[in-house]
């Protein structure tokens, strides 16, 4: 199993951003999807994640400016980022749980999100 990232880069505070993160291979189900980012020097963080029904999480900091979306039948998800602040600086990843044989974690190469003031 493959998760293949695009996007990132480096934006203005205010600007915007999309992620995109596509889950290839032996694949017969997916549950959950999601995002996560590491700062320098912090640990790596829960941005927001989507099961297979749609049931989203997002962590405080992102919610009303982050949105996760999540297209099931072509195995991909995306997170357009609204509303940067330098904050949002970090690497970013992409998980899926992905079975079979159980689920088990992937993860996507990180991509850098940088946010200038």
């Known amino acids: 199993v493959q998760l293949v990232v695009s996007g990132g880069g480096l934006v203005q505070v205010g600007g915007s951003l999309r992620l995109s993160c596509a889950a290839s291979?032996?694949?017969?189900?997916?549950?959950?999807m999601g995002w996560y980012r590491q700062a320098p020097g912090k640990e790596r963080d829960l941005v927001a994640t989507?099961?297979?029904?749609?049931?989203?999480n997002y962590a405080d900091s992102v919610q009303d400016r982050f949105t996760i979306v999540r297209d099931n039948a072509k195995n991909t998800v995306h997170l357009q980022m609204n509303s940067l602040e330098p904050g949002d600086t970090a690497v970013y990843y992409c998980?899926?749980?992905?079975?079979?044989?159980?689920?088990?974690?992937?993860w996507g190469k990180g991509t850098l999100v940088t946010v200038s003031s």
């Open positions: 998980d899926a749980e992905v079975a079979p044989p159980r689920f088990e974690d992937f």
């Open positions: 291979g032996s694949i017969e189900s997916i549950n959950a």
């Open positions: 989507i099961t297979s029904g749609g049931s989203i």
